[in-house]
């Protein structure tokens, strides 16, 4: 324990760690290790010229110090400080003594005085500035003690008339850290502890350095966070600091601005020269919008983010950042947007735009025009039209935020969104489409708007059209026009992207559905219906078709009147959809057919639901059967198996759970058949070949265990409990197997240690839940532990044997919300005949675009392998940069895989594919006394592996040799 | 007084012909030299006998200075250079000099060859312009000579347009010729720090427009010229060679990228050739996108804009053509105007404005049959759009430089004198500083006043540190020193130092006062009774009654001695050097008013 304490010390040098604190301040007196601080004092000692200290100092800082010691170290250090005339060496030594006095589980307060008696001493500027931070390291190690953070806050104030700013600005800072505002702290008669520490800050923000004033607004904002409350009074100061020359100054001064709008939002200040009053919020909302136009793109980045987060401020000012109040020639003139949304709604849409159409109206009283002070008069306007994309990134967010938060100023910012669709920067350019999407329920699109939004899809960046197929999922259009709109839109995208294909399906699925009234009238012309003659069937395989279907079958889910419009080959085609698409297309009710949902009433829950019920009949089936004959059992099993996973691909909502309980079940059913083998009827030991079924059963069994355990999001410790359950049972017929192939009793005393610690194991994971596993393998194996412990190995293996066979089928309970994580690799297509030429011994690079559906923590689990032909393997970690994360459960992967080989004669096939990763430690509970034995944490806990979840694709490659 | 006089030979109240005088600090420095496109007689060049009648320029110049290659600021450059004569230094920035040679060569063929004057600058006279030029680098101050220094900041609205800072001791003027406030596809945005010059020349083009925001402008045109492709027509974008010309075809070079369209794009060919070339070698002139993504590709090596050959106005299928000139009033621009006029497919977009009296003007307007020469009448099927592309900043953007510059008076030049009217009386209300605009050959004068700066010694400065707190903005200080004026420099020395400096011996000067008091008590009283007067009123300083009878306030010596006539009078004898002066007099007015009545 002391070792591994210790150890611990070591790692975390720089780290506080508050725990340990105690147990090492026992241990200081026995742990005396002269070594460190002694051999510091004889280099110190040895050193001719400063710059021989400084070197040995420098050496000494980089390896750590141990607790015990420190106090040591520091004497020495101080020691020395005195006779130290070189300052930079005395400025290296009170580094060191910050450092040091950082330490983990040392208690600065023995060296506080003799910090600040150096400091009284010291006359270079540098070495003051540095031992203040020494003392603010001090003063950070201790919150708790008051006395020290008054006498820390009084030296500070001493110093504060320093003239060089360094001085100052460590000073602001210390204030900023450990000053209080409370006075009632301090009881004591002296005046000097009581101190406005606010007003002393304040006081420097007319120093007249800027790094000063930086510091000062710094230590104010220290102070919010630190949970004092700032006074309003600071609010006018910070006001001033706007117009200052340094952007730094003004960046702080921003945020100061922001803090106090916060604190104080409802409270009522002046506006200058005019008698009026308004709210604080809305001034300093009015003055960070001026500050979105400010000189420096700092200060601007800064204000326009900050502009996001002030949801307090009134409507009316909040709308005037999109307004710049237009005018030409002064006369006042309208906005290209307002002039689109009067076409609209005059019911001219798409006139071509005329000469003077934008002429200006009526004149401006030029009295009344204000060209600067108009407050927040547009600064959205120029925050998008920026010229750095930081700053138009910052505004895009902040319009998303505000927008939220107020619907009717999401209606206002939706043509500017638009607009911003248009950038010349693609990471604006998603932003904003995705801020879109956020503030969509909100909004309705108008038609001109859909079609500037919709003319993006053409973008040939996929993560656009992507993101914007995300979009058009939970847009609300206004008009069946705009329906048609956007279905022609997405299919002329189908065409000329046919990669797109599922997006876009899944787009109109869920265009359908919130639209049904919308596609109602547009169903004879989508289809393409006459009223007299029938015309030609449609191809089925038509995507675009599929697409059009798609969309009509989920706005019918609603609309029931809808069928009536279909043809015959409708209703076919609707059956062949919903089965091989049933993800997209919906259960209707047709007139003339059977549906099993025709019994229902619409509004079914989904515990009512038939394919719920089904699945839950067919998994009680099988959970009742006990002593059906074996041969009974397994056709059941793999019937309900069957139906099983024929149900998870007709309903998407219950594929997870349906693919779940199959796989148990295949389990279940393995375990079957390998005990329903010969072999164990013939006594003696068997020839190798003849067991294969059943080691092939147990190492199967164990495989899919693993899926079921990593590959499912959503799985709970019920369920982790059965399936540990069912490896323990295909690990004591991995054994049995063992015991009955293998000659001699030497190699199964060590299966047969390692079987019952595995045992011991589940056990104490699994404490709880044992009285769940009545009457089951474990339960019995547990009964009869004892007796196992001191058996020979035959005797173990003919009980488990028996046991094995007896043990009943456990009822896996289904968890609540289960997903299997999936993988599609996108691109390699894997379809290309052209193979990938490049000179053996260099790389070449494959870019890798997959999508991942409902994996945990990709950044880490996700791996892609590489095949090659002669059976090399290689596993590639991507970036966490190359993960994206367009919606919830969702991931997409876009790498860039490096591949090399030596030359081959001919272009051959490499097999790329998706890997999960899986660590079994990450899993399992962690109950204290695991941590404890380190006996069987490391038998079990550590295994780890790999789960192939995508489909390999085939990608051509010609490494050709080097030409000299 | 010294003073700043501004005079505009041309754009004052006007726009065209950009040439302004500026005489700062004895210095006079000529800002752009342009021609007006509305003249073809004298009247398109400056007056630059208004310098000097007879003597050369070059005495009366220090130096002149072209903000960005636009004709109507340096097209009377090679005139004013060479045949009025003008040898001293021409400065502009790297861009501005390598383009303006080629748009000055294309003037001259046109004035020259097509309209036949005589009596015009040959490309001889433009070589030896050019080579009076000096670059000069963003932000890098330029030494015109001891005093003078200049100083460019990117202005954004052509490539290489630059604002220039003039400057000589601390009295600076900044002109800031064409900006642009609002970052386009190509060029970013202006800036200038906060260099608060006593004056700030600005353009005022369109000081009575707050402009809409850019993106729907460019939405539409792409829109616009999208939608034509996409029926198979063909637009046509009659423009200028430059500046303009370069923004549209970014935005369509990038949106074709993003858009994977296959429609070909062509450029006419001619100087726009050589032009690009120095836009793609000019990376860091232009906005960030490009500055960021030249290392993966320039954008100005377009993949999807090829050059245009007259042969291809034929061919079937949808195109682009960028063409020149941009009014549609001559050259392959009309040409392609006029064969594909006819089909309602295909598309004009006009990107600017145009001059009565054009094809472009006619147009727009409405018409649509055309006579054209030759009796043809030309009927107009093609659709006309007007899309404004401009790269002056508005009144919004305007002021905003004027808030980041904070300069002392602003002057309005560039633009007409009834839209100044209103910004001028803006910028006087806001900014509360004065506002000029001056028309042609009218002078202005500013009265400045320059801050001297004085050297101060450092053991002096610190001497005075030690005597008191910080030195405090808000509050004036008085500090015992001996300015040394030598060599026009201006020293604050300590006055020990002066007197070793120059050699001096030191002499004390000492103020002796008389004050008569009305006492008749005895002089050893009397100094008791001053003293404690003196005491109780002058707490903060050192009062001390000497042994010999006299008193002494900090050096300041108070004797008291009976008057020689009349001994009801004592008179007090106060003496006190020269540095006291002021304790002296204040104490010398304190004891003539007598002494308090004593306790008696």
Redesign the interface.
């Known amino acids: 324990m002391a070792a591994h304490l210790k150890k611990r010390v070591y790692e975390e040098f720089t780290k506080v760690v508050q725990q340990q604190q105690e147990e090492i301040a026992t241990k200081k007196l026995r742990l005396t290790k002269p070594s460190k601080s002694a051999a510091l004092h004889i280099d110190l000692c040895k050193a001719t010229s400063p710059a021989d200290a400084l070197q040995y100092l420098l050496q000494f800082a980089r390896k750590p110090v141990e607790a015990e010691s420190v106090e040591g170290v520091v004497r020495i250090l101080l020691e020395h400080y005195y006779k130290e005339n070189d300052p930079s060496v005395r400025l290296k030594i009170a580094s060191l003594l910050g450092l040091l006095s950082k330490t983990a589980g040392f208690s600065p307060d023995c060296i506080m005085d003799d910090a600040i008696n150096i400091l009284q001493n010291e006359k270079s500027h540098q070495v003051l500035a540095q031992l203040l931070d020494t003392l603010l390291a001090i003063g950070t190690k201790l919150p708790e003690n008051q006395a020290i953070q008054m006498r820390l806050v009084d030296v500070a104030c001493k110093h504060l008339t320093d003239t060089s700013h360094g001085v100052r600005n460590k000073c602001l800072q210390l204030l900023g850290n450990l000053g209080s505002l409370e006075k009632s702290v301090t009881k004591d008669a002296e005046s000097l502890a009581v101190r406005d520490v606010q007003k002393i800050i304040g006081d420097y923000f007319s120093d007249q350095d800027p790094r000063v004033r930086t510091a000062a607004i710094k230590a104010m904002l220290q102070l919010h966070e630190r949970g004092l409350k700032l006074h309003q009074t600071i609010y006018n100061q910070a006001c001033k600091l706007l117009s200052d020359d340094y952007e730094q100054v003004r960046s702080a001064a921003v945020q100061l601005i922001w803090v106090v709008s916060q604190l104080y939002p409802e409270s009522i200040v002046p506006i200058p020269s005019s008698n009026e009053e308004i709210r604080l919020v809305d001034d300093a909302f009015g003055k960070i919008c001026h500050m979105v136009s400010d000189g420096s793109w700092v200060v601007r980045v800064q204000a326009a983010k900050l502009l996001g987060s002030m949801e307090q401020v009134s409507s009316h000012f909040l709308e005037q950042t999109l307004d710049k109040k237009l005018m030409s020639d002064l006369r006042r003139k309208r906005t290209a947007h307002e002039r689109a949304k009067e076409l609209y709604s005059s019911g001219e849409f798409s006139s071509g735009r005329k000469w003077g159409d934008d002429a200006p109206k009526e004149e401006v009283d030029t009295g009344a025009v204000n060209l600067i002070e108009s407050g927040a008069c547009g600064a959205f306007v120029h925050g998008l039209e920026d010229e750095m994309y930081e700053v138009r990134i910052a505004a895009v967010e902040a319009l998303c935020m505000l927008a939220q938060s107020s619907p009717s100023f999401a209606e206002k910012c939706l043509d500017f969104l638009v607009d911003m669709f248009n950038d010349e920067i693609e990471e604006v350019r998603l932003q904003s489409i995705h801020t879109m999407r956020k503030i969509s329920n909100n909004i309705t699109l108008r038609e001109d708007q859909l079609d500037t939004v919709l003319a993006v899809l053409e973008d040939s960046s996929r993560d656009i059209r992507e993101a914007l197929h995300e979009l058009l999922c939970c847009t609300n259009v206004s008009t069946k026009e705009g329906i048609h709109l956007a279905l022609v839109e997405l299919l002329k995208n189908l065409t000329k992207y046919p990669t797109d294909r599922d997006s876009i399906w899944k787009c109109l699925k869920f265009l359908g559905s919130r639209h049904p009234t919308l596609v109602l009238p547009l169903v004879p012309e989508l289809l393409s219906t006459h009223p007299f003659f029938d015309t030609a069937e449609p191809d089925m395989d038509d995507p675009a078709y599929i697409a059009v279907l798609v969309l009509i079958f989920n706005a019918a889910k609603t609309c029931p009147t809808m069928p009536a419009l279909f043809s015959d080959h409708t209703f076919r085609h609707y059956a062949y959809l919903r089965d091989s698409l049933s993800h997209l297309v919906p259960a209707l009710r047709l007139p003339g057919r059977k549906l099993v949902s025709s019994a229902v009433s619409p509004n079914i829950t989904p515990h009512e639901d038939p394919s719920h019920q089904f699945l839950q009949q067919s998994l009680e089936r099988v959970y009742n059967l006990q002593h059906l004959d074996p041969q009974g059992t397994q056709e059941l099993l793999e019937l309900t198996i069957r139906d099983l996973q024929r149900l998870g691909e007709l309903q998407s909502e219950l594929a997870g759970v349906a693919d779940f309980s199959a796989t148990y079940l295949q389990c279940q059913l393995l375990l079957i058949k390998a005990l329903q083998e010969k072999l164990w009827n013939v006594a003696a030991p068997l020839h190798l070949k003849q067991s294969d079924l059943a080691s092939a059963a147990a190492k199967q069994i164990m495989e899919e265990t693993y899926k079921m355990e990593f590959m499912y999001s959503g799985v709970e410790n019920k369920q982790v409990v059965i399936i540990h359950h069912m490896r323990l049972q295909a690990k004591a017929l991995q054994l049995i197997v063992t015991a009955r192939t293998t000659r001699g009793v030497d190699p199964l005393f060590g299966m047969c240690e390692k079987f019952l610690q595995e045992v011991d194991f589940f056990q104490r994971c699994f404490i709880a839940d044992l009285p769940h596993l009545q009457d089951s393998f474990v339960d019995k194996l547990l009964d009869l532990m004892p007796r196992l412990m001191t058996s020979k190995p035959a005797e173990v293996v003919k009980i488990l044997q028996t046991m094995l066979r007896q043990s009943t089928f456990l009822h896996l309970p289904l968890p609540e919300q289960i997903h299997k994580a999936s993988a599609t690799i996108i691109e390699p297509a894997g379809e290309s005949d052209n193979p990938l030429r490049f000179t053996s011994g260099l790389v070449v690079a494959l870019d890798v675009d997959a999508t991942l559906e409902h994996v945990q923590d990709p950044q880490s689990t996700v791996k892609v392998q590489v095949l090659y032909p002669d059976g090399q393997a290689q596993i590639i970690h991507p970036k966490p940069a190359d993960f994206r994360n367009p919606g919830p459960g969702r991931h997409r992967l876009l790498t860039q895989v490096y591949l090399s080989h030596t030359a081959w004669t001919e272009p051959c096939q490499v097999e790329v594919r998706l890997l999960l990763a899986y660590n079994s430690n990450s899993r399992i509970p962690k109950s204290p006394w695991i941590e404890g034995g380190e006996m069987s944490s490391q038998v079990e806990t550590s295994i780890e592996g790999t789960i192939p979840f995508s489909k390999s694709v085939k990608v051509y490659i010609m490494p050709k040799p080097a030409r000299r | 007084m010294p003073d700043i006089r501004v005079t505009p030979l041309g754009a004052g109240q006007d726009v065209g012909r950009s040439c302004i005088l500026v005489s700062i600090a004895g210095k006079n420095v000529m800002l752009d030299c342009g021609m007006h496109m509305g003249f073809n007689d004298d009247r398109r060049f400056p007056d630059f006998s208004y310098i000097t009648r007879n003597g050369r320029l070059t005495d009366f110049l220090d130096c002149v200075i072209i903000s960005h290659f636009h004709l109507d600021h340096c097209g009377a450059l090679p005139y004013f250079s060479e045949m009025v004569g003008y040898d001293g230094p021409i400065y502009m920035t790297h861009p501005t000099q390598a383009i303006c040679p080629i748009l000055l060569e294309d003037y001259r063929k046109i004035a020259v060859d097509k309209k036949g004057e005589a009596n015009f600058f040959t490309s001889q006279m433009i070589k030896d312009c050019m080579k009076k030029v000096v670059a000069v680098r963003l932000h890098q101050t330029v030494q015109v000579d001891d005093e003078l220094e200049i100083k460019a900041y990117y202005a954004g609205h052509v490539l290489g347009a630059a604002m220039f800072q003039i400057k000589v001791g601390s009295e600076s003027v900044v002109y800031t010729g064409d900006y642009n406030m ?2 386009d ?1 190509h060029l ?2 202006a ?4 260099c608060r010059p006593n004056l700030l020349i600005t353009e005022s083009t369109y000081a ?13 045109f ?3 010229v ?1 939608e034509t492709v996409e029926r198979g027509g063909k637009v046509l974008i009659p423009v200028f060679a430059l500046g303009r010309a370069q923004e549209l075809c970014i935005l369509l070079e ?1 949106f074709w ?4 369209l296959k429609a070909p794009i062509y450029f006419s060919t001619g100087l726009t050739e050589k032009a690009n070339h120095y836009y793609k070698l000019f990376i860091t002139w232009t ?3 490009i500055r960021k993504t030249f290392v993966q590709r320039n954008m100005f090596e377009f993949k999807h804009i090829k050059a245009f050959d007259r042969a291809f106005a034929d061919n079937p299928g949808p195109m682009v053509v960028f063409a020149t000139p941009g009014m549609l009033h001559a050259g392959q621009s009309l040409q392609i105007f006029r064969k594909w006029a006819g089909n309602e497919k295909n598309m004009v977009i006009m990107p600017g404005y145009c001059v009565q009296g054009t094809v472009g003007h006619k147009i ?3 018409q649509r049959k055309l006579e054209m020469e030759g009796r043809q009448v030309l009927e107009v099927k093609m ?4 899309m404004s592309f401009s790269a002056h900043a508005d ?2 953007g305007i ?2 430089l004027v ?2 510059a904070e300069p002392e008076s602003v002057l309005l030049v560039h633009g007409e004198a009834k ?1 100044m009217e ?1 910004l001028k ?2 910028i006087e209300q ?2 509360r500083v004065n506002c000029y605009m001056p028309a042609n050959g009218e002078t202005v004068t500013l009265p400045t006043s320059p801050s001297i700066p004085v050297g101060i010694s450092l053991g002096l400065l610190k001497r005075e ?1 030690a005597q008191g ?3 405090d ?1 808000r509050k004036p200080r008085l500090l015992h020193g001996t300015l040394i004026v030598k060599d026009s420099s201006f020293r604050l020395v300590s006055s020990e130092q002066a007197l070793k400096e120059l050699g001096l011996a030191e002499h004390q000067l000492r103020f002796t006062c008389r004050v008569q008091l009305h006492d008749s008590r005895k002089e050893q009283e009397t100094a008791t009774r001053v003293y404690s007067h003196l005491k109780s009123i002058l707490k903060d300083h050192c009062v001390q009654h000497l042994p010999d009878g006299s008193v002494t306030v900090e050096s300041i010596l108070v004797q008291a001695a009976a008057h020689s006539e009349d001994p009801g009078t004592k008179v007090l004898l106060v003496s006190w050097t020269y540095q006291d002066e002021e304790l002296g007099s204040y104490l010398t007015a304190l004891l003539k008013k007598g002494l308090p009545q004593a306790p008696s």
């Open positions: 609002t970052p596809r970013g945005a800036w200038i720090d906060k009575t427009t707050i402009r809409d925001s850019k993106r729907c402008r460019e939405r539409d792409l829109k616009k999208h990038t990228e993003r858009m994977n906005n960030q996108k727009l307007s409405g659709q006309v759009e007007y009144a919004k002021m905003q808030g980041q839209k209103f009386q803006k806001e900014f540190m707190l910080l030195p903005t």
